[in-house]
Nanobody, 115 residues
Framework: QVQLVESGGGLVQAGGSLRLSCAAS????????MGWYRQAPGKQRELVARITLRASTNYADSVKGRFTISRDIAENTVYLQMNSLKPEDTAVYYC?????????WGQGTQVTVSS
């Protein structure tokens, strides 16, 4: 099992930046993949960015070139650097870990981008 705690959300103006952090309760070295998902009101949860055990990354088309996922294995933490934020990025952002065939989720952190 793994517990995930997100932080770093908040209110920012369009064009601004935020960095989200996801702290895991155990080493992420053996976690198959970790990712960030988001869910806006009335919409389904969607993948934003994902990083695998081998550090391969993939991004939603809507965030490519603006968001960057990274990890610090020593700190058991995954980050999401979000630049050039747009109002449509407003959502609750969730951290996800894929471990031994199961998905684990954090509680979510709100990101609000004002126009």
């Amino acid at each position: 099992q793994v517990q995930l705690v997100e932080s770093g959300g908040g209110l920012v103006q369009a064009g601004g930046s935020l960095r989200l952090s996801c702290a895991a309760s155990r080493s992420i070295f053996s976690v198959n993949a970790m990712g960030w998902y988001r869910q806006a009101p009335g919409k389904q949860r969607e993948l934003v960015a994902r990083i695998t055990l081998r550090a391969s990354t993939n991004y939603a088309d809507s965030v490519k070139g603006r968001f960057t996922i990274s990890r610090d294995i020593a700190e058991n933490t995954v980050y999401l650097q979000m630049n050039s934020l747009k109002p449509e990025d407003t959502a609750v952002y969730y951290c996800n870990a894929e471990l031994l065939g199961k998905d684990y989720w954090g509680q979510g952190t709100q990101v609000t981008v004002s126009s």
